[in-house]
């Protein structure tokens, strides 16, 4: 009777203790840091270029969107040249309907990405050198593959924590 009452008791301490720090804002604040975290590391590995030395902006288009990457420091050609890299391999992926890089760096399957996958043939993704790196223009004429693409953009732009308006804008 001792036993079941002590593991009782233990039982509703332990829950009593996740409870707390469920609903505990600095918990909440260092699961958001370590998640932050993470999804930078595993960014610099898989863009082969650091986060701190280049700025991502996502901007959501009536026909798609844009995926752009700039370097921060003028006549840093090297990061400059790594992003055009990259991104050409990231719209040669999406293109090819594999979106292994966003899913390896956000350590989860990005909002769209399934439907983005299922209207494969019904979006197109194009790499654009620009002067400071380079952008992956996303275009569809397709409805729901349109909001697929505006929900991974929204995702991205949280995620990376870009401050960057998820208000749709017009294409240029």
């Known amino acids: ?31 958001s840091d370590q998640h932050a975290a993470g999804v930078d590391t595993r960014g610099d590995h898989a863009m082969g270029f650091s986060h701190e030395a280049t700025a991502h902006h996502f901007t959501l288009l009536s026909d798609g969107g844009i995926i752009e990457v700039d370097i921060k ?8 040249d790594q992003i055009r890299m990259h991104l050409t391999h990231i719209a040669a992926m999406f293109s090819a309907n594999d979106f292994d890089v966003p899913m390896f760096i956000h ?20 790499f654009q050198p620009t002067d400071r790196g380079g952008q992956v223009r996303i275009t ?24 960057d308006p998820t208000a749709v804008k017009a294409p240029e």
């Open 73 to 80: 420091a003028d006549h840093d050609d090297a990061t400059r």
């Open 140 to 163: 569809t004429h397709d409805r729901d593959a349109l909001k697929a693409v505006h929900d991974f953009l929204s995702f991205q732009i949280a995620d990376h924590r870009t401050g």
């Open 1 to 31: 009777m001792k036993r079941i009452v002590l593991t009782s008791a233990l039982s509703l301490t332990l829950a009593a203790s996740a409870q707390t720090a469920m609903n505990c804002p600095m918990h909440d604040q260092s699961a």
């Open 107 to 126: 350590d989860t399957v990005p909002p769209g990405v399934p439907t983005m996958k299922e209207k494969h043939d019904a979006i197109t993704y194009t």
